[in-house]
């Protein structure tokens, strides 16, 4: 199997961390083919998106079909807990990190540059993300977190995996734009960022993410 | 079990869909407590969105994480294919009807009246429309359709369950902004749409948003 992907993205990154915990191994990560949105990759994935996984001719986008694909192929060990309800909580954290907060958090990216940004549209979108953090905290506080290391129950899930590269574009991304630290009204998101980042796999991707941050930010 | 939910909103009409065919008599159908978006909702379903399923005091909001809950609780008769492709497939096609089909479509909602348009903007989402409606015909036929009766497969699927209700909306709605066919470049689209009428929880789901179309539109 291929993955179509780069280190940076957060989508990509949910994929990555998942199949390092499961110790998939035959998941060859490359870059698409042509580039992203090329005509050559959307013969691939006709969405131009990444990530996108490859088997056997057969190609699936959206990082969240592909994890649940995963899941379903590669059962051991499940990142989907037992009971049915801490599951849906699960799959509600994933989802409101992907349409709630990386949303929204993608529309600040064209705006990098401080002397060509439209403030106005910055502004809007800075204050959807704080109304949305709040939710964040609230479902994550909903799915029974506390100040644990995981954010459903004891081990590693797939809310984990969708939420630490979220979190990682947020504090990297946000001090840009001003806002220094974004986890300072969410209590419990910010002990969850500091906790989840001891798990191995996380760790592992948050410094591939990190590398693929400095490359474009120009560092060294 | 309580669903907050309309009949005539596409999310809700997928679960219901759902509950139909999976025969689950323990769920109550009724409207948001204070009413969409309101300050008492909320404090059920944080979003203010419907549907949300209320589950002795848990409430699951987002009908994707509702039909997996669902599925998950009720396992038969099963809506996900055995199959761990064919799966991925479902989910796909679920994916990609909510994200490129239903988003775009509710921004025309705005839009109804002739008298007071913003046509540019109506176009705009109308020519984000016409792409994405060939990417659906793309995801359709990847995943195996051709001129069956169900989206995967030969038996209903959470394909099915979000993809009648965007359908529906789709054309009861263009007619409005001048597009007669909306499923003339589309041809297996439009002969899925035919046949999966004949579906009895579908075609029972119909007829409910049919009514609340109806009423909406001041039809008797």
Redesign the interface.
Known sequence: MKLYQSNLSPFASRCRIQIYAKAIDDIECCPPPGGLSSDEYKTHN??GKMPALE?DG?????S???C??LE??FPTPSLRPQD??D??HV??LS??TDL?ILDPLFDLFPQMDPNNRDQTAVDKTLAVLKTNFA?WE??LT?GGYSDGDYAVGDKLTLADCAMVPALFVMVNLLPTFGVADPLVDTSRLARYWENIQKDESCSRVLSEMAEGFKAIMGGA
């Open positions: 006709p969405t088997i057969h190609v699936l986008g959206e969240e079909v592909i649940e694909y379903d192929r049915v309800l599951r849906a799959r509600l989802r409101v709630y939710l609230d479902y909903r």
